[in-house]
């Protein structure tokens, strides 16, 4: 099978401690920020004020890249299905799954805590 030419990828218009990445569609050879063919949208990584990351999609033209045969890499990948343009990539249930067990890890030593505490006050 034939690896296609154009890949849609995050490059790295940031800081080394405020990152910012433009979602833009390249040819697969060249580096990482040169020489991209279209941007096609932003992401934010780091969260606002309100806890949120923000991305901007351009949807038609990410659909475009996709129907003439561009591979998304794998971060990509994630955030095009957590934006429901692709299935959701299986890495990005695997993660959601790790979060949902480091919560529930979490609340239940809260809770441990919170009897261990309600346990001394009555002795």
């Known amino acids: 099978m034939k690896k296609s030419i154009v ?4 490059a ?3 800081c080394k ?12 050879k060249k580096a990482r920020n040169r020489g991209y063919f279209e941007q096609i949208g932003t992401y934010d990584p780091l969260p606002n004020d309100r806890n949120e990351k923000l991305i901007s ?9 996709l129907s003439v045969g ?3 890499t794998r971060p990509v990948a994630m955030l095009l299905g957590l934006a ?13 799954s790790r979060n949902r067990d480091a919560i529930a890890k979490g609340e239940a030593s809260a809770t441990d805590v919170e ?3 309600e346990e001394e006050k009555e002795k």
């Open 7 to 10: 890949a849609l990828r995050l």
């Open 12 to 14: 790295l218009y940031g």
């Open 57 to 65: 999609l351009n949807v038609d033209r990410i659909k475009y890249w």
């Open 70 to 72: 561009a591979e998304p």
């Open 84 to 96: 429901g343009i692709l299935p959701v990539h299986p890495h990005s249930i695997e993660i959601a």
């Open 17 to 28: 401690n405020r990152p910012f990445f433009y979602l833009v569609a390249s040819h697969r």
């Open 115 to 117: 009897k261990m505490g």
